[in-house]
């Protein structure tokens, strides 16, 4: 079994293409995720709906519970269909489809009614990213597993740090100096400008995933 010091292990990582793909969708799939659930999911329901904290935190856990059921989901429907790229490009286009509903068709103002069934889904759709983990693997040496792993999963942190800060710069550039309660008042329309960065990652994300090359599961 071959050993590679951290350095050399870093660079045959970063020179394999599929360990880039798939950091690629990692980061705009997770990083749009926990950019909203992690950060300004809340703040935006608080002040475009006018919910207590505890009722915005309620819908926001609905989407982190969608993500945890989801993920052993993700992993039967992989066997099934035979094919984890075909299961990405999927999930990562229709959560695409879920921000463009959400941030320009409703205009980031969906009907409260469908704000818990479409949180949950989305965040069950979204956790097809967990698929990246062994995708990369598999395109690298493997002596290099953890490596890549590590490599890829960092570009998702990274990603989450990214949108939350691009998110905050956009919502205090259109700020017209509106308080409520000591806190900075964005609304509808500053939260909707603010957050399309999160079509963009997703958007990413699926174009990404369709140049993945083809895993097949071993049944």
């Known amino acids: 079994k071959p050993q590679f010091g951290l350095a050399e292990s870093i660079k045959k990582v970063a020179s394999v293409p599929g360990t ?14 926990m950019s909203f659930s992690g950060l300004w999911g809340v703040p935006y329901l608080v002040q475009v709906y006018g919910f207590t904290k505890t009722q915005a935190s309620n819908y926001v856990l609905l989407l982190n519970l969608g993500i945890l059921l989801g993920s052993p989901v993700v992993g ?12 990405i490009v999927i999930g990562s286009g229709a959560l695409t ?15 409260v009614w469908v704000l818990a069934p479409l949180y949950f889904i989305a ?5 097809v990213f967990t698929l990246c983990f062994t995708q990369v693997k598999e395109s690298n040496h493997p002596a290099l597993s953890g490596t890549a792993t590590g490599f890829i999963n960092v570009a998702g942190f990274l990603a989450t740090a990214l949108l939350n800060l691009i998110i905050g710069w956009r919502l205090d550039a259109r700020w017209d100096g509106a308080m409520t309660e000591g806190v900075r008042f964005y609304g509808q329309a500053g939260f909707q ?15 990404t995933s369709l140049f993945l090359p083809e895993s097949k599961i071993t049944k």
């Not at 980061?27 to 749009?32: E, R, V």
């Not at 489809?97 to 409703?106: G, K, Q, T």
């Open 76 to 87: 039967i429907l992989a066997d099934k269909l035979g094919s984890k790229k075909r299961l």
């Open 123 to 127: 965040g069950s759709l979204g956790i």
């Open 97 to 111: 489809l879920f921000w463009v509903y959400v941030l320009i068709i409703a205009r980031a103002m969906p009907p």
């Open 20 to 33: 880039w793909l798939n950091a690629i969708i990692l980061a705009g799939l997770m990083g749009g995720i």
């Open 193 to 207: 400008r603010a957050m399309l960065v999160l079509i963009i990652a997703a958007a990413t994300a699926f174009v």
